[in-house]
């Protein structure tokens, strides 16, 4: 109906009166329209038995009055604390899964740095606060010579490669001297590479 209207009402209009009283129709169509696909989404959210959503969603209008189970915060050490503070709002229990030693939250505020850096997965694991914590101690990323220098740096040889992708090569690499055993670092500041 809004398309129909604004094709060829719009183009049938000989005043200001008729162009008013269409604009007046397609107002209310349009809040129709949200009406709807708001009890639409609310009905869904209802009867869904999972519900995935960004942190900052979370916080949103729509899940407002929804109480879950359990919140699953994916990546939680890159989440900021602020945004991480919104999930246990929506749920009973509030599971954090990630990697401390990973990419920390971005903070692009240079006055905030220092209040945002660490992460609240980061301040549970590694702070004096009491929770339940379990490593998962086996991959299924890489190979075990990829990840050798990452399990001794940051996980004390804790890593197990699955044996999936244990002894996984690139098929253009059928030798065993594919991957030296030098890490080499190469510095690329100054060479406006983001």
Not at 105 to 114: A, D, G, H, Q, W
Not at 156 to 167: G, Y
Request: charged residues 30%; glycine residues 4%; proline residues 3%.
């Amino acid at each position: 109906e809004i398309d129909e209207l604004v094709r060829s009402g719009l183009a049938r209009c000989k005043s200001r009166e008729e162009r008013r009283q269409i604009y007046g129709e397609l107002k209310q169509l349009r809040q129709e329209r949200r009406q709807r696909e708001g009890a639409l989404s609310e009905e869904l959210l209802k009867s869904a038995r999972v519900v995935l959503c960004t942190l900052s969603t979370a916080a949103g209008k729509k899940l407002k009055n929804f109480l879950f189970d359990v919140t699953v915060v994916d990546e939680a050490g890159q989440a900021l604390l602020p945004e991480v503070l919104i999930a246990p709002l929506r749920a009973k229990k509030l599971l954090l899964a990630g990697d401390h030693f990973q990419l920390p939250p971005t903070v692009m505020n240079p006055s905030l740095k220092r209040k945002l850096e660490r992460s609240l997965f980061e301040q549970l694991i590694l702070g004096s606060v009491s929770c339940s914590s379990v490593m998962l101690k086996e991959q299924y990323r890489m190979n075990s010579r990829i990840m050798a220098w990452s399990n001794q740096k940051f996980y004390s040889n804790q890593l197990r490669a699955h044996s999936s992708v244990s002894e996984w090569k690139l098929s253009l690499c059928d030798d065993d001297d594919y991957l030296s055993d030098t890490l080499i670092f190469y510095d690329t500041c100054g060479f406006d590479l983001y």
